[in-house]
């Protein structure tokens, strides 16, 4: 089994930054593509960000510019820097892998508890 656990969460003001992060432990024998989703209230879930194991990102139009997805394969840990943030970024962040636990096991989603940030005016 994969566990994920995202930290860094908070409350900052507007023109502030934070930054996640997300560890993944447990059975692992390699992990791929690792992205960020966020839910805000009342908000269907979106994807902020993704990055490929060779370091290809793709960004949601909203964070351009502001947000910058890392990973540390090493220690099996993806980042997201949060720059400029703005009140409408307020929502509970979730992180994902899409993991083998075996060489010979499918990989599969696995997803975090989430973090909440609140960005303040």
């Known amino acids: 089994q994969v566990q994920l656990v995202e930290s860094g969460g908070g409350l900052v003001q507007a023109g502030g930054s934070l930054r996640l992060s997300c560890a993944a432990s447990g059975s692992i024998f390699s992990i791929n593509v690792r992205g960020w989703y966020r839910q805000a209230p009342g908000k269907q879930r979106e994807l902020v960000a993704v990055?490929?194991?060779?370091?290809?990102?793709n960004y949601a139009d909203s964070v351009k510019g502001r947000f910058t997805i890392s990973r540390d394969n090493a220690k099996n840990t993806v980042y997201l820097q949060m720059n400029s943030l703005k009140p409408e970024d307020t929502a509970v962040y979730y992180c994902?892998?899409?993991?083998?636990?075996?060489?010979?096991?499918?990989?599969?989603?696995?997803w975090g508890q989430g973090t909440q940030v609140t960005v303040s005016s």
């Open positions: 994902n892998a899409w993991t083998r636990t075996t060489m010979y096991t499918p990989e599969y989603d696995y």
């Open positions: 990055i490929t194991s060779g370091t290809n990102t």
